[in-house]
């Protein structure tokens, strides 16, 4: 065969143009303050990320293979859990652990520690939510309690979880907001002491520490997302980090349609008795490939979506640290406006991963007017997700609990954005950021 006609030989010629291709294509020009977009997020890559992909596409694989598996491991090994479960978005991960929790255990199947989740039990999370930690829990007939956020940290007020719980409450749903830790000692305290799950919302937080601990291994379960506003991405994308060895099975079991075969996809017979099966009301020896013991989902990502995500993997402590380097600089530079604005606020045990910048504006500001005085100078600003959610129209009738007032989750609603701090913000844009809000209030003051 000739050199030419050797796949290997032309799979390595294409990729070596794809890295050229890179230099050539994706250098982002120079920033001009002012004329320059300053997202509050944005796709952070190299010609590694390139490279995975094509050779991913030119392998074929269409479903979740090498690369996925090699994903999966990667993020076990990082968060130290007893699996990892890539699915297609961190919407997804939150709706595969909720339903983990509300899957029945069939007849042998090993069950879990506490109580599966039924219609009617309780879930404890907060008000100000992103609406697919929220969606979950709606749709397995739960009944979300919301109790009050805190200003500065944006998660839910760990003082009212205690006095939250009643009867029926079996779990505390816990989203770490814009990648600032919420207080898990005192989630952990209150979740022994009443014997409540904790399943974590961590898709604003990877590599975020609590008192120490990795943010996602607090929980039975922690989801994950790699959209590509969060700390690394695969366009769409998500992941479940599962702690509890109980919930291993059933998990993946619910993201793979529910079946209760375990052979990978494209292989068959792993149980070495793929005919030899009796389960439930079927006829013996059902191919085990058809039997499905969960009423799951089909959540698993393409191999080429995993094949970028496994390359942003190398860098998770790389794009974090640079995060926490932006929100310093914005945190340095804002603190002279603290009286016009709440800085966020962290807790002394807490190490951020930071989603974004959150200011709150205090009283005699209006956010509206700072909001357009900063998308006027091309920088780019977000709210704090849905606010107080029960004042969403999709979510404003929906069956609920509330713990005490919800006035903070209001203020929240009515006076907070955040800005950028993702890897891709240098420190010219970061300068200029600064200099333009300075000038808001120097102009408010004259």
Not at 247 to 260: F, T, V
Not at 278 to 306: C, E, F, R, W
Request: glycine share 8%; aromatic share 10%.
């Amino acid at each position: 065969m000739a050199k030419n006609d050797n796949p290997i030989h032309m799979k390595e010629t294409i990729l070596r143009l794809v890295r050229q291709y890179y230099r050539m294509a994706h250098q982002r020009p120079p920033f001009e303050p002012g004329k320059t977009r300053v997202t509050y997020s944005g796709r952070v890559y190299d010609d590694r990320e390139l490279v995975n992909l094509v050779d991913a596409s030119l392998d074929f694989w269409l479903t979740a293979g090498p690369y996925a598996e090699k994903l999966e491991a990667r993020m076990r090994r990082f968060f130290g859990s007893q699996d990892f479960l890539l699915v297609n978005s961190g919407s997804s991960a939150n709706l595969l652990m909720v339903a983990t929790l509300c899957h029945e255990p069939a007849s042998g199947e090993r069950k879990t520690d506490l109580p599966v989740l039924r219609p009617g039990d309780e879930v404890i999370t907060p008000a100000v939510t992103f609406p697919t930690t929220l969606t979950p829990i709606m749709h397995h007939r739960l009944i979300p309690v919301f109790v009050d956020c805190e200003v500065g940290t944006y998660n839910m007020d760990p003082g009212l979880i205690q006095d939250a719980v009643g009867p029926k409450t079996r779990a505390i749903f816990v989203p770490h907001t814009l990648g600032i830790p919420c207080d898990m000692d005192t989630v952990g305290a209150v979740a022994r002491l009443h014997n409540l799950w904790v399943i974590e919302d961590g898709c604003d937080a990877l590599g975020a520490t609590f008192d120490g601990q990795l943010v996602g291994t607090f929980g039975a379960m922690s989801s994950v997302s790699f959209y590509p506003a969060h700390q690394i991405t695969m366009g769409e994308g998500g992941g479940v980090a599962v702690n509890d060895p109980n919930l291993k099975s059933i998990a993946r079991s619910l993201r793979d349609w529910g079946r209760h075969c375990w052979c990978d996809p494209g292989k068959s017979n792993t149980c070495g008795k793929r005919f030899g099966w009796q389960l439930g009301m079927l006829p013996a020896g059902y191919d085990h490939k058809y039997i499905y013991s969960s009423p799951g989902y089909n959540l698993k990502v393409t191999d080429m979506q995993a094949a970028i995500g496994l390359a942003q993997s190398e860098r998770i402590l790389e794009f974090v640290e640079a995060r926490r380097r932006n929100f310093r600089r914005l945190y340095e530079g804002l603190k002279p406006l603290e009286d016009y604005l709440v800085l966020p606020i962290i807790d002394a045990r807490a190490v951020p991963s930071p989603f974004g910048f959150p200011v709150t504006v205090r009283s005699g500001i209006k956010r509206r007017d700072l909001v357009a005085h900063l998308e006027a100078a091309n920088i780019e600003t977000r709210l704090v997700f849905g606010g107080n959610i029960l004042r969403q129209p999709g979510f404003a009738h929906i069956e609920h609990r509330v713990f005490g007032r919800l006035e903070r989750s209001d203020l929240i609603m009515q006076n907070t954005l955040f800005v950028g701090v993702y890897p891709g913000l240098t420190d010219l844009m970061i300068d200029y950021m600064i200099e333009v809000f300075t000038r808001f209030f120097s102009e408010a003051r004259a």
